[in-house]
């Protein structure tokens, strides 16, 4: 009897002991299993954006060094007059009414040399123009109106300065792909020609050297041409704000003067 108790509860324990091994097993086989999608995922992923990177260089270059260079060039040189561009429009955005309200209110306490001082601390063309127009109001009014409205051309001028040669560069880029398709094409008739026969595979090369500089070209175009109308826009409200501030300014003026 007591054998048997013995060979019973060793029975239990064995078959309690493989069973966790078995659970073990199975966790440890699953977490290599997850472990390794993951990994596949990541390597995956990065497969992916290596390949749309390789992708890229290697358009680049079947499409000619020569011309897909120059739209590169063009593409750089027009960023960074954006870029440039867009940093100047912000730094020149004034408040014109808080501007407008303590030059007012500098008049009223402290005179024409406490809103000049008032605009010569304050950044931008508005404040700019506030400050010619009140250098000029001991010769009168119209002398500062003058002043005003010159000086505002002048700003005018700077707001707009370099913005012509991003235009320049929207109107280069596609020009330049297309005369890479005609040179493209050019070669694969030369090709034809020297081959005496008409080989779907003398066309095809000459042909993707023609697409690829077009299709560089017009993106060039359009990325450029996005940022351009952004500057224009900036432009044209700094310039509204300046032409009103400009009407209140003269206003406060022929205020004081009485």
């Known amino acids: 009897m007591r054998k048997l108790l013995v060979a019973l509860v060793t029975s239990i324990l064995m078959t309690g002991f493989s069973a966790n091994a078995n659970t073990i097993n199975l966790t440890v086989a699953d977490n290599a299993a997850i472990s390794t999608i993951v990994q596949d995922d990541d390597q995956a992923s990065g497969e992916e954006s290596a390949?749309?990177?390789?992708?890229?260089k290697t358009r680049f270059i079947e499409g000619g060094p020569g011309f897909m260079g120059i739209v590169l060039i063009c593409l750089i040189l027009g960023l960074a007059i954006a870029i440039e561009r867009i940093i100047f429009l912000n730094l020149a955005t004034t408040n014109t009414k808080k501007l407008t309200e303590g030059v007012e209110e500098a008049l009223a306490n402290g005179g024409v040399d406490a809103a000049k001082d008032l605009c010569r601390?304050?950044?931008?063309p508005v404040a700019s123009i506030f400050?010619?127009?009140?250098?000029?109001?001991?010769?009168?009014?119209?002398?500062?109106?003058?002043?005003v409205v010159a000086y505002g051309g002048v700003q005018m001028g700077q707001l707009e300065k370099n913005v012509s040669w991003i235009s320049l560069f929207i109107a280069l880029a596609p020009m330049l792909g297309f005369m890479g398709t005609v040179i493209g094409m050019i070669q694969a008739f030369d090709k034809i020609e020297a081959a005496g026969?008409?080989?779907?595979?003398?066309v095809a090369g000459g042909i993707k050297v023609a697409l690829l500089t077009t299709v560089f070209g017009l993106v060039v175009a359009i990325i450029l041409q996005i940022f351009y109308n952004y500057i224009v826009a900036?432009?044209?409200s700094i310039v509204n704000d300046m032409e009103d501030a400009s009407i209140t300014l003269v206003d406060i003026l022929v205020a004081h003067k009485k």
Not at 121 to 124: A, E, H, M, P, S
């Open 234 to 236: 900036k432009i044209d």
């Open 51 to 56: 390949s749309f990177t390789q992708e890229l």
């Open 121 to 124: 601390d304050t950044k931008g």
């Open 131 to 147: 400050y010619q127009g009140l250098d000029r109001v001991d010769e009168g009014v119209e002398s500062a109106e003058k002043a």
């Open 197 to 202: 026969d008409m080989q779907p595979s003398l």
